[in-house]
């Protein structure tokens, strides 16, 4: 069993940055893409960003391109994403996700972000 735990989020100020981490548990990370993902209040979760298994490949939605990061330590079975340049309207929770695939397989709890204008 897989279990991902996010940290990292808060409340910051337009302009500002964060920089979320997602532990993982097991001895598989390494094996996997790992995605995350967001979810604003009365809207459907988004995907953010997908990171490969050697992290030597990643994707991201259209709205972060060129102000988020994702990247990954496989020693130490973590994911980042950091985020720079945020947007009163990049509030939500966000989540990571360990990607079979494209599909997200397992989720972690979730951890809020709040970017107030």
């Known amino acids: 069993q897989v279990q991902l735990v996010e940290s990292g989020g808060g409340l910051v100020q337009a302009g500002g940055s964060l920089r979320l981490s997602c532990a993982a548990s097991g001895r598989t990370f390494s094996r996997y893409s790992m995605g995350w993902f967001r979810q604003a209040p009365g809207k459907e979760r988004e995907f953010v960003a997908r990171?490969?298994?050697?992290?030597?490949?990643?994707s991201y939605a259209d709205f972060v391109k060129g102000r988020f990061t994702i990247s990954r330590d496989n020693a130490k079975n973590t994911v980042y994403l950091q985020m720079n340049s945020l947007k009163p309207e990049d509030t939500a929770v966000y989540y990571c996700a360990r990607m079979r695939a494209l599909s997200p397989d397992y989720w972690g709890q979730g951890t809020q972000v709040t970017v107030s204008s």
């Open positions: 990171i490969s298994w050697s992290g030597g490949s990643t």
